[in-house]
């Protein structure tokens, strides 16, 4: 066989190879989607034209591959060893975020590694490192026995795909400043996508999404919304939710002497999850989350999206601060931060500073974690307080206590000279719950001894997390002193736990 005919096969049997195991990932999101699954064999216009992409895909890999070895099976193998690699991680993000993988999560990967212990228990370790254990060996059977091709038969290969990687970028560069609008629209007639994971996967598959989602970033940012150009006024597209509205309204007709602190709490992992409980569980957990409803009952809550499920804090993180909605931030929604980490936004950090507020953020993570310590400078906060400051505080379990973290925002309000705005992001209730995170005498001091036989062990675990997040809202309720300001408290959930359902019922 030829060098030319070598280099053609492998790159057919990558391109194919990409394509299929793309139709395998699909199958998953199908299943989700729809009541029946959708036979792997249908065809359609978007379908095929996700398979052509896929194809393409693995094709510009193949080349990649090539450059570097200089054997097309060898190169073959990497891309079909990595195809085998991102459809295990997209089927195990389906299983525990119900979400398919998304080009964004590439950003998150440095924190994969940094942060171990936050996405590691999620990972199907064994299969993934069998996998590449097999890669491996069959790698070096490949360098041995295959011959590198003749650089002069390979090189016009390798400058067709160097040509496609250029074109590529090119074109983001040109659409991100509105130029050559028509092909962008052909473009995503062809490849439908928008800015729901679930939906473009379902049309034009993962991989095949996920390298259109970056077109639909250079369309927003190319047409220049308000939130882009104006950032130091509120953009008339910024709609909080009814409360905060209502909250900023009442606001506008203070003096600045009458001026209320105001806390807005992130609730990590939060969930009412009473609705979800048999009678039986429900009426064995008694009053159980007072202070929430209490909260509830004031219209102090804000809502917290169905398909906000066990992960991407920072999407309804960056709703709530900015007011900014979904349809209108495309794929940028996917991980708003990107955009919050290199340009300054409006948002009600800089309305409360605006009105002579100060202006803090606390967190009791790592500063760097999502980028915040370059998001919350450029949101408007005067200050911003992360583990470096509050490790102090006492924990429960791994992460720090809410009701330590509740005391140590009440103590800095009491001490303030101004009226001050805390946005307060809880970490206590993290996932994963591992067996063996808290102890017998932390949970029985939480939930009674013939309560516990009712839920596993990882459910009683969250449970006793949020029994202290709501005694948190408590302090944070705690009626003022004479001439002391009052705290307006609000609260959300950042997303649903990622827990099965089934532990519940």
């Known amino acids: 066989m030829t060098d030319t005919y070598r280099i053609l096969t492998g790159l057919l049997i990558a391109g194919a190879l990409s394509a299929l195991l793309q139709r395998l990932a699909m199958f998953n999101v199908r299943k989700r989607e729809h009541s029946s699954p959708v036979p792997f064999w249908q065809t359609g216009p978007a379908r095929l034209a996700g398979d052509g992409l896929a194809f393409l895909i693995g094709a510009e890999l193949y080349l990649f591959f090539l450059f570097f070895t200089?054997?097309?099976?060898?190169?073959?193998?990497?891309?079909?060893?990595?195809?085998v690699l991102l459809v295990l991680l997209n089927n195990a993000k389906e299983q525990t975020l119900r979400e398919p993988l998304v080009l964004a999560d590439a950003i998150l990967l440095g924190q994969v590694f940094r942060y171990p212990h936050m996405y590691f228990p999620f990972f199907p370790i064994k299969i993934i490192l069998l996998t590449l254990l097999c890669g491996c060996g069959c790698a070096v059977f490949l360098f041995t026995v295959e011959t590198s091709v003749s650089f002069s038969v390979s090189t016009p290969f390798l400058l067709g795909g160097l040509l496609g990687i250029v074109l590529y970028f090119a074109g983001l560069f040109f659409f991100s400043r509105g130029r050559f609008v028509s092909i962008q629209q052909k473009m995503l007639h062809l490849w439908p996508v928008g800015g729901n994971a679930v939906a473009d996967a379902s049309v034009n598959g993962p991989l095949s999404a996920a390298l259109m989602h970056p077109l639909l970033s250079?369309?927003?940012?190319?047409?220049?919304?308000?939130?882009?150009?104006?950032?130091?006024?509120?953009?008339?597209?910024?709609?909080?939710?009814?409360p905060i509205e209502s909250l900023l309204s009442h606001l506008e007709h203070l003096p600045q002497e009458q001026l209320p602190h105001v806390v807005l709490v992130q609730a990590e992992s939060f969930s009412d999850i009473r609705g979800k409980l048999s009678p039986h569980k429900r009426e064995a957990l008694g009053p159980f989350l007072q202070n929430w409803d209490a909260l509830v009952t004031q219209?102090?809550?804000?809502?917290?999206?169905d398909d906000a499920f066990g992960a991407y804090t920072m999407r309804t993180e960056f709703l709530h601060l900015t007011g900014i909605l979904q349809e209108q931030l495309g794929s940028f929604f996917f991980n708003p931060y990107i955009l919050?980490?290199?340009r300054p936004l409006w948002s009600l950090a800089?309305?409360?500073?605006?009105?002579?507020?100060?202006?803090?953020?606390?967190?009791p993570y790592y500063k760097d974690f999502f980028r915040r310590d370059r998001v919350m400078p450029n949101l408007g906060f005067n200050r911003f307080s992360s583990?470096?400051?509050?490790?102090?505080?006492?924990?429960?379990?791994?992460?720090?206590?809410?009701?330590?973290?509740?005391?140590?925002?009440l103590m800095q309000l009491h001490a303030a000279t101004v009226p001050t705005f805390v946005f307060l992001v809880t970490v206590e209730a993290h996932g994963p719950w591992l067996p063996g995170r808290l102890s017998k005498a932390d949970i029985a001091t939480r939930i009674p001894e013939s309560t516990q036989q009712l839920f596993s062990e990882k459910h009683l675990q969250y449970l006793c997390h949020i029994h202290n997040t709501d005694a948190m809202f408590g302090i944070l309720q705690t009626p003022p002193a004479h001439n002391e300001r009052p705290v307006l408290l609000y609260a959300y959930s950042d997303h649903q736990p990622a827990l099965s359902g089934k532990g519940w019922t």
Request: proline fraction near 5%.
């Open 299 to 305: 219209n102090r809550t804000l809502p917290t999206s």
């Open 218 to 242: 250079a369309i927003i940012t190319g047409r220049k919304p308000d939130f882009l150009m104006q950032w130091k006024t509120r953009s008339a597209s910024s709609r909080f939710a009814e």
């Open 70 to 83: 200089g054997r097309p099976f060898l190169a073959s193998l990497f891309v079909v060893a990595l195809d």
């Open 350 to 363: 800089r309305y409360f500073g605006a009105r002579g507020y100060d202006t803090v953020c606390m967190h």
């Open 340 to 342: 919050a980490s290199q």
């Open 387 to 409: 583990l470096d400051d509050l490790a102090h505080l006492q924990k429960f379990g791994p992460y720090i206590s809410d009701v330590a973290l509740g005391s140590q925002v």
